[in-house]
């Protein structure tokens, strides 16, 4: 704007010397011409910024929806709306009375597996004596040899089933992945938890982002990295300044806005 201006004055000064000119040819003529004095003004090019102004709100910077692997009866809650939990802290507690029987049965069936694969082992020993002394023949040998194999596989089956149990256990006690607050609690005790259905909400608070609807028409003057001025107008004197993390590039379909997150 500031470029335009001493234009102007060039432009209405000529103008007027021009008029005067006009109206005294026979003079001017006569005279021979006559200096004109003018001021020179130097124009120089400069990056006006542009301000795009938008509404926005404060979201959590992480919103992490909790939920179990196990399907079962809520036991326990341990923590309730607007709660604030460290990295760890119990969260939900759910019934585990069948894995534990589970657990039981599958220590008796390594028990039994650790019985039958020692016994199959003696046997082998057995057979190779015989077989060195010539009285069992290979194929013999061989048999109690596969049989040893099995028992040894079917120990190893029993103690796998042992640590799926383990980890099934491990699911019914739910901890917090992350320090924050629990936004929401949709479960209680007696509830039937499935995996994946949240039970509850928690988001990270220790940092919040910024996300501003911009118009169609001002989104494409934004990328990350431009500055930021933030005005929390629920907080008296709460002014920040940002740099734009991102622009998300689909519109929202109602508003036809973008998103401007920071």
Same mark, same amino acid.
């Given at each position: 704007?500031?470029?335009?201006?001493?234009?102007?004055?060039?432009?209405?000064?000529?103008?007027?010397?021009?008029?005067?000119?006009?109206?005294?040819?026979?003079?001017?003529?006569?005279?021979?011409?006559?200096?004109?004095?003018?001021?020179?003004?130097?124009?120089?090019?400069?990056?006006?910024?542009?301000?795009?102004?938008?509404?926005?709100?404060?979201?959590?910077?992480?919103?992490?929806?909790?939920?179990?692997?196990?399907?079962?009866?809520?036991?326990? #809650? $341990?923590?309730?709306?607007?709660?604030?939990? *460290?990295?760890?802290?119990? +969260? !939900?507690?759910?019934?585990? %009375? &069948?894995?534990?029987?589970?657990?039981?049965?599958?220590?008796?069936?390594?028990?039994?597996?650790?019985?039958?694969?020692?016994?199959?082992?003696?046997?082998?020993?057995?057979?190779?004596?015989?077989?060195?002394?010539?009285?069992?023949?290979?194929?013999?040998?061989?048999?109690?040899?596969?049989?040893?194999?099995?028992?040894?596989?079917?120990?190893?089956?029993?103690?796998?089933?042992?640590?799926?149990?383990? #980890? $099934?256990?491990?699911?019914?006690?739910?901890? *917090?992945?992350?320090?924050? +607050? !629990?936004?929401?609690?949709? %479960? &209680?005790?007696?509830?039937?938890?499935?995996?994946?259905?949240?039970?509850?909400?928690?988001?990270?608070?220790?940092?919040?982002?910024?996300?501003?609807?911009?118009?169609?028409?001002?989104?494409?003057n934004l990328v990350a990295g431009d500055v930021l001025?933030?005005?929390?107008?629920?907080?008296?004197?709460?002014?920040?300044?940002?740099?734009?993390?991102?622009?998300?590039?689909?519109?929202?379909?109602?508003?036809?806005?973008?998103?401007?997150?920071?």
């Amino acid at each position: 704007m500031s470029t335009m201006k001493p234009k102007m004055l060039v432009i209405l000064a000529l103008t007027v010397v021009v008029a005067a000119g006009c109206g005294k040819q026979e003079d001017a003529g006569a005279a021979g011409g006559k200096d004109v004095r003018a001021e020179i003004l130097r124009v120089d090019r400069v990056e006006v910024p542009r301000l795009v102004t938008a509404s926005g709100s404060l979201e959590a910077f992480r919103t992490v929806m909790i939920s179990t692997r196990m399907m079962g009866w809520v036991k326990q #809650v $341990h923590v309730e709306a607007g709660q604030t939990v *460290a990295q760890g802290d119990p +969260l !939900v507690s759910i019934d585990d %009375t &069948d894995l534990i029987a589970k657990k039981a049965q599958a220590r008796a069936g390594i028990v039994e597996a650790e019985t039958v694969l020692a016994s199959a082992e003696r046997m082998v020993g057995r057979f190779e004596r015989l077989y060195a002394e010539k009285s069992v023949s290979k194929s013999q040998l061989e048999e109690v040899q596969t049989g040893r194999d099995r028992a040894a596989a079917g120990l190893d089956m029993a103690k796998a089933a042992l640590r799926e149990v383990n #980890v $099934h256990l491990s699911y019914v006690e739910i901890k *917090a992945p992350v320090a924050g +607050l !629990v936004a929401r609690r949709m %479960t &209680d005790p007696g509830d039937m938890a499935n995996p994946g259905v949240p039970l509850l909400q928690l988001e990270q608070a220790d940092q919040v982002k910024v996300v501003a609807h911009v118009g169609e028409k001002d989104v494409s003057n934004l990328v990350a990295g431009d500055v930021l001025t933030v005005d929390v107008t629920s907080l008296p004197g709460a002014v920040f300044e940002t740099t734009i993390a991102r622009v998300v590039p689909a519109a929202n379909p109602g508003s036809r806005t973008y998103d401007v997150e920071a």
